[in-house]
């Protein structure tokens, strides 16, 4: 099955821990993008990448980190810095225009 | 410039009905132009999508019109379903922008049985 998969589905923390989200996809595809979403709110740019070890910000990247060392994967890191995590996080990865999106991690900092 | 404005904010619509859906944008630059559905708890799914150089594109009970000269696109969807209560999101691509989606606020629609 070809796809994007984000893992795990629901994730808790404490305060003032890093946390790192998985996003893995077998579509060969270049392009892979980072989003927010909060409740009842539009898709927000984290970070993107177009290319193997090479990323760009997006518009909210503070408080973030990714990497790309494998075409398939692009996990994120929402760091202790960022100060308001709690959200849906969403993966997507493109070819040319057309963006597709993973099912999402639901974080949850307490 | 950059934003993608999105009308209304909810919907709510009886079954068999059309629910319509309207999107505004500023940058003429814009060259493609996707809509999204999303289902609470889900990610969003590329529903359709339009380019400029056409005015209309339809699949199936989905359809986009496209007034280039009115910066203006629209979803419509015919004989309303349950099924289709989501929240739809327009967007914007601008060429030369590493495919970076502009999104709309986004519309919660309701359809009633």
């Known amino acids: 099955d070809g796809g994007i998969t984000q893992s795990p589905k629901y994730l808790f923390r404490k305060e003032g821990q890093n946390v790192t989200l998985s996003c893995e996809q077998n579509?060969?595809?270049?392009?892979m993008y980072w989003y927010r979403q909060d409740p009842g709110q539009g898709l927000r740019l984290i970070y993107y990448?177009?290319?193997?070890?090479?990323?760009q910000k997006g518009d909210i990247a503070e408080g973030y980190s990714v990497s790309r060392e494998k075409k398939e994967s692009f996990p994120l890191t929402v760091t202790s810095a960022q100060k308001n995590p709690t959200a849906f996080y969403l993966c997507?990865?493109?070819?040319?225009?057309?963006?597709?999106f993973g099912p999402g991690t639901r974080l949850t900092v307490t | 410039q950059q934003q993608v404005k999105q009308s209304p904010q909810s919907l709510i619509v009886q079954k068999g009905g059309i629910s319509i859906i309207n999107c505004a944008y500023e940058?003429?630059?814009?060259?493609?132009f996707p809509w999204y559905q999303q289902f609470p708890g889900k990610g969003p799914a590329l529903l359709i999508a339009?380019?400029?150089?056409?005015s209309e594109k339809k699949e199936g009970r989905f359809t986009i019109s496209f007034n280039k000269s009115a910066k203006q696109f629209s979803l419509h969807i015919m004989d309303s379903q349950p099924g289709d209560s989501a929240t739809y999101f327009c967007?914007?691509?601008?060429?030369?922008?590493?495919?970076?989606?502009?999104f709309g606020s986004g519309t919660r629609l309701l359809v009633r049985p």
């Open positions: 997507a990865s493109s070819i040319f225009d057309e963006q597709y």
């Open positions: 990448s177009q290319i193997v070890n090479d990323f």
């Open positions: 339009i380019r400029p150089d056409v």
């Open positions: 579509l060969n595809h270049d392009a």
């Open positions: 967007a914007a691509i601008k060429p030369d922008s590493s495919y970076k989606l502009i």
């Open positions: 940058n003429t630059a814009f060259d493609y």
